[in-house]
C-alpha cells in the first residue's frame, strides 16, 4: 500500500512563489511515475506536471517555464514560480505504482493566487 499527503499550499499574490510538496509512505519504491494535478470546480482534474524513476519530466503547457517537478527519498516537490490567478486550484500528487498497476491519490492542497 502507499499513501500520499500533499503540504505547502496557501495564500499567494500573483507573482509570487510556493513549493508544494507530496510525502508517500508505504511501498514508496513502487511508485515509478509521481504526477502533480490540479483541478477547480466545474472543470476536469488536468495534469500539469511529471516525473518518472528515472527522473524525466513533462509539463503542461500552462505551466511550462514556471513550475518545476522534482523527486527525492519518498518525496515530490513542485515548484511554482511566476503564479498567476488562474493557477488558483486545488493540487492533487498522483502516484503509478507497480502494485498491480495501481493508481493512487492524495487528499490535495488548496492554492490560491490574489490577483
Known amino acids: 500500500q502507499v499513501r500520499l499527503v500533499e503540504s505547502g499550499g496557501g495564500l499567494v499574490q500573483s507573482g509570487g512563489s510556493l513549493r508544494l510538496t507530496c510525502t508517500a509512505s508505504?511501498?514508496?519504491?513502487?511508485?515509478?511515475?509521481m504526477a502533480w494535478y490540479r483541478q477547480t470546480p466545474g472543470k476536469q482534474r488536468e495534469q500539469i506536471a511529471s516525473v518518472t524513476s528515472a527522473g524525466v519530466t513533462n509539463y503542461a503547457g500552462a505551466v511550462q517555464g514556471r513550475f518545476t517537478i522534482s523527486r527525492d527519498s519518498g518525496k515530490v516537490h513542485l515548484q511554482m514560480n511566476n503564479l498567476k490567478p488562474e493557477d488558483t486550484a486545488v493540487y492533487l500528487c498522483?502516484?503509478?505504482?507497480?502494485?498491480?498497476?495501481?493508481?493512487?491519490w492524495g487528499p490535495g492542497t488548496h492554492v490560491t493566487v490574489s490577483s
Open positions: 508505504g511501498n514508496i519504491a513502487s511508485l515509478y511515475n
Open positions: 498522483r502516484g503509478l505504482s507497480t502494485i498491480s498497476d495501481r493508481t493512487f
